[in-house]
């Protein structure tokens, strides 16, 4: 089974492999250079990404498709105005397949039991790791052996910074990287400062949050944000 934006989709199969990923981009390294970030996308962690989670969840999961009468829905729920996200999904039997296209279907009348299973396949796949940086994103990078001293690894912490990342998943991106003192490069220019100055700065230019509550967690860094 699977549910799918524009710009990413999320496969659950039976022995419970998921893969998570975004479309349009190349990614000739799976943890390296993959790392493609755009504001339009609000994606973090871009790229092709597998995971795996209990057959029992999966099970769980065809027993809310059941339930929910899935098959006598219709095939699609279509609003007639634009400028809106579309949600795909889809479950495959083996013998029989569905999919149902929610276009703000609650508008014309579709069953909230579509955005409810929609929600159960993203619980299930916790795609809210590589979408959102959500708490996990940091034990699943080390499992799959993400270099944490690479650049794309502080890009992570910059960028996860600036989208309201969860905390612990920056602060465990940092306890496995390098230093912090290393410069780094932003997708809004080069920037000839450390990535925790960069870091602490950045979202102040931008008229965002600052860092401070999360370094107060980190003992060693009060000169580098005295300095600011």
Not at 17 to 41: C, I, K, L, M, Y
């Amino acid at each position: 089974m699977f549910w799918m934006l524009p710009r990413l989709y999320a496969t659950i199969d039976g022995q419970g492999n998921v893969e998570f990923s975004t479309w349009g981009v190349n990614f000739p390294g799976e943890f390296e250079v993959h790392r493609s970030f755009s504001q339009g996308d609000r994606i973090l962690f871009a790229g092709v990404h597998t995971d795996k989670v209990d057959p029992g969840v999966v099970a769980e999961l065809v027993e809310q498709f059941r339930e929910a009468e899935f098959f006598s829905l219709n095939d699609e729920y279509r609003a007639q105005i634009t400028d809106n996200p579309a949600y795909i999904l889809t479950i495959n039997t083996g013998t029989v397949s569905k999919t149902v296209v929610d276009y703000v279907g609650e508008e014309v009348g579709m069953p909230v039991v579509v955005t409810q299973l929609q929600k159960a396949v993203d619980r299930a796949a916790r795609t809210a790791r590589w979408i959102d940086g959500a708490d996990g994103l940091g034990a699943w990078l080390e499992t799959n052996n993400f270099d944490f001293n690479s650049e794309a690894a502080r890009i992570l912490v910059f960028e996860g910074a600036l989208e309201d990342a969860d905390e612990q998943t920056i602060l465990d991106v940092i306890d496995l990287g390098g230093s912090l003192n290393a410069r780094t490069t932003h997708p809004w220019g080069v920037m000839m400062e450390s990535l925790a100055m960069s870091f602490c700065l950045q979202p102040y230019r931008l008229g965002g949050p600052t860092c401070f509550p999360i370094w107060r967690k980190r003992a060693g860094l009060n000169d580098q944000i005295n300095q600011t």
